[in-house]
């Protein structure tokens, strides 16, 4: 019998009426099988509301022209948009200068920017690069590609059953052959969040940077990358509200001039000669080609959205969800919590006896409940946890009890099939 | 709306609660991995063949309902078939999971197997009652010893 997880406490009420929210994302009305859709995949990608909509389609169809480039007004207009959401990205993670946020596909391409431009510049034979065991894919094989090029080599921090890091062991990783730290924010696969601020500390008091993969992190909770003291921070437009195709890196000026550009093109040239090219101050020396506008521009939008929402709230709510479902998915027979990290996000990983994840999330959709199956993109975290596969429940700001609770009836579904 | 009693059928609980030929076969002739890289399925399947049959087959893996009860039903289905024949079951199966959902499975040539019929309605578990059979299609081919349903 498992011991029953603490719930956690949850300090503030809702103040906001979720209702009011959720009519501000079309998609949360639709029914899914014959029922209301109750979407509970935030952690692989969030729903937009109606202003990240409009904008995309406000651009399109009133703003479009290449920017930075044009002389025209209608450039110069979609020019201003875009610096625009590069400001309202910049003020969200409170960096000290606009051009210390680098607008990317997404957080895998900040991850891979930097594995790449700071990797390949940095890192020689018998370097070490640090990763925890609860990485992301994406946190993994950018590195493990710069280190078969540079013939660096991975140290990997552990966690405990719960999923909690063990940063006793973190702190002796490090040798004169550190050169990297690469660490995520909020764990995707089981909501542990992590002691980013120390982590950092610890990694400095060695002189090595850190970057941090916040794409789970930045929907749920205020970011401030200079409190943290990081070095890089990624971020996804997608899971934030945003739309996909579009993300930000975040990197301190000092550490952005002295890495070399990560792709050739234009945008990030100063001047271009066959006998050399000098490249364009930060950060456009990192936006090889025409970026993706539209999207920058919608993400903005969703930035906008989240900062009209009082934190407080958003961390109330998700508290409250976390606390009811933690409390509600342990009354289901044969159910087992994966992640049970005194410090968690609103994500819950679960497996129950006798049942494939797949089966209980092909269950689920005939009940209109939309979750995650699978390994999440992090077999290490499964590997190490012995189990093949989890459930994943995970929550914004727009889910409700009652969706919490059609999670529950969806489970005494999968217990009538497979008895 | 897709049925779940379609897809989660008697015979296929049964065969996913006590799946027949869950072993190791140490002296097989062919062992050939099979995954599915999106969700994580992994099959080992062990074929002994005696000249063009095959005398004998296991398999040993994880994955969901529908992947282990299709190989489990698939390894009682080809036991003592011929290559040839084999080849033909596979092909006849792959058929009833892509084929519309109206076309009725043939239930002669392919008996107890008609019960993933179901995973028509559920475009994306046609996957996990595919794996068994590519891997087999592997072993008989001998194309390589591992097999990804991507």
């Known amino acids: 019998m498992q011991q029953r997880i603490a719930a956690p406490t949850v300090t503030h009420r809702p103040v906001l009426d979720v209702a009011r929210i959720r009519a501000d994302f079309p998609l949360l009305s639709r029914p899914m099988n014959g029922r209301q859709l109750a979407y509970l995949d935030n ?80 890192f020689a034979e018998g370097d070490e690069i640090v990763l925890s065991v609860m990485e992301h894919h994406s946190n993994i094989v950018p590195w493990q590609l710069v280190a078969e090029r540079t013939g660096a080599r991975l140290r990997v921090i552990p966690m405990s059953d719960a999923g909690v890091l063990d940063l006793e062991a973190y702190g002796n990783l490090f040798t004169s052959r550190t050169k990297l730290v690469a660490v995520v924010h909020v764990s995707n696969s089981l909501g542990t969040i992590n002691p980013i601020k120390e982590m950092v500390a610890t990694a400095h008091d060695h002189g090595v940077p850190v970057l941090v993969d916040g794409a789970q992190a930045v929907p749920h909770m205020p970011v401030d990358v200079r409190d943290l003291g990081c070095d890089f921070y990624a971020m996804s437009g997608h899971k934030m ?72 709230w958003i961390h109330g709510h998700e508290a409250d969800l976390l606390a009811y479902a933690t409390a509600r998915l342990q009354d289901v027979p044969g159910l087992r919590i994966v992640g ?18 797949h089966d209980i999330g ?15 993109c992090t ?18 700001f727009y889910n409700t009890r009652d969706e919490v609770d059609a999670l529950v009836a969806g489970l005494g579904k999968v217990h009538e099939v497979f008895g | 709306m897709a049925e779940l009693r379609d897809l989660y059928q008697q015979v296929i609980l049964d065969h996913n609660r006590s799946p027949r030929n869950f072993r190791e076969i140490p002296d097989a002739t ?13 099959i080992r399947l062990y074929v002994l063949f005696d000249g063009d049959v095959i005398r004998d087959i296991a398999f040993q893996g994880s994955g969901c309902a529908i992947s282990q009860a299709s190989a489990s039903l698939m390894t009682s289905a080809v036991k003592g078939m011929t290559r040839t024949e ?65």
């Open chain 1, 340 to 357: 049970t990290a005194p410090e968690k996000a609103s994500v819950i990983s679960f497996v129950i006896d006798g049942v494939h994840a």
């Open chain 1, 43 to 122: 952690a692989a990608t969030s729903q937009k509301p109606q202003a990240v909509i409009d904008a995309l389609s406000r651009y399109y169809a009133e703003e479009n022209a290449n920017i930075h480039r044009g002389v025209y007004e209608l450039s110069q207009q979609a020019t201003l948009a875009y610096e625009r959401a590069r400001g309202a990205v910049q003020r969200l993670v409170n960096a000290g200068d606009p051009h210390e946020i680098v607008f990317t596909r997404g957080a895998t391409e900040s991850i891979n920017l930097v594995a790449c431009a700071y990797g390949n510049a940095h």
């Open chain 2, 86 to 150: 084999a080849d033909e079951l596979f092909r006849a199966f792959h058929h009833m999971v892509t084929a519309g959902p109206d076309v009725v499975p043939d239930t002669k040539a392919l008996g107890k197997l008609a019960a993933l019929a179901g995973v028509r309605q559920f475009p994306a578990r046609v996957k996990c009652a595919n794996l068994a059979w590519h891997t087999l299609h592997g072993a008989l081919s001998d194309s390589g010893d591992s097999v990804s349903t991507e």
């Open chain 1, 241 to 312: 509200f945003g739309p996909t195709g579009i993300g930000a890196l975040y990197g301190t000026t000092s550490m952005l001039e002295a890495m070399p550009p990560y792709q050739g093109g234009g945008e990030m040239i100063h001047t271009v000669r066959f006998e050399g090219t000098t490249y364009a101050p930060l950060p456009a020396k990192f936006e090889a080609g025409t970026p993706h506008i539209a999207g920058a521009i919608g993400l903005g939008a969703a930035v906008d959205y989240l900062h009209a929402l009082p934190w407080e």
């Open chain 2, 30 to 42: 062919t062992t050939v991995e099979g995954t599915n890289p999106l969700c994580g399925d992994e």
């Open chain 1, 362 to 376: 092909t269950i689920l959709d005939q009940e209109g409940v939309a979750i995650r199956t699978g390994h999440h």
């Open chain 1, 379 to 396: 077999q290490p975290v499964m590997e190490r946890l012995g189990v093949p596969a989890t459930a994943r429940a995970s929550f914004a």
